[in-house]
């Protein structure tokens, strides 16, 4: 298993990408600013995006693993990866997602704590309604990672 970080020819990951972020303009905003890194066991099973928003502040755009690899650990080992290059390059991790217990319970099991609510992010943000597990999201919930 290895995370290669990707800086060339990155909208051939936009399939994956779009698991975890469905509109594609939405991706584009964060796609080439954005570090992506990708993680390949025998071939490509998961994706991540980390952007730069201040001196001190680093976030996690968008996690995807394909369905059919899903539950099987490339998450964690992407996160933890993540948490390891970012540790002492900034002091705080964020990381955005709608409210999905499941995505939050993921990424509170990875370390990370309740940060703060954007109201009505997919509303205001996204051109359609999102659903997830059948339920619309709507706000958007951040998680954060603190370094010393
Ligand atoms: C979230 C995601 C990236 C996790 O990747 P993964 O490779 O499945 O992660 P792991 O195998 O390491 O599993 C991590 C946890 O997620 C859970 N999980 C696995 N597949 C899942 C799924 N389809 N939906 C929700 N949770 C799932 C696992 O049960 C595990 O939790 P556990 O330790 O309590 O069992 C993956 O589910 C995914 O790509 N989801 C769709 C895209 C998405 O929503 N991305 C997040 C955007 S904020």
């Known amino acids: 298993m290895e995370i290669r970080e990707i800086s060339t020819n990155k909208e051939k990951y936009m ?13 584009y905003k964060y796609l080439f600013k954005g570090n992506l890194f990708a993680l390949f066991d025998s071939d490509l099973k998961t994706v991540c995006i980390v ?3 201040d001196k001190t502040i680093y976030e996690i ?10 539950g099987k650990g490339y998450g964690y080992y992407m ?13 705080t991790l964020l990381v955005g997602t709608g ?29 359609h309604k999102i659903f997830e597990d059948g339920k619309q999201l709507k706000d958007m919930v951040y998680l954060k990672m603190e370094f010393e």
């Open 61 to 70: 755009k968008n996690i995807a693993t394909y369905e059919r690899y899903q």
């Open 99 to 127: 409210e999905n217990e499941k995505i939050i319970n993921f990424y509170k099991k990875c370390g990370f704590k309740y940060s703060h609510v954007l109201k009505d992010f997919f509303i205001k943000n996204y051109d």
């Open 15 to 27: 399939d994956l990408l779009l698991l975890g972020d469905e509109q594609e303009n939405m991706v």
């Open 79 to 91: 996160i933890n990866y993540i948490i390891e290059n970012y540790k002492n390059k900034c002091k």
């Open 51 to 53: 952007t730069k928003e």
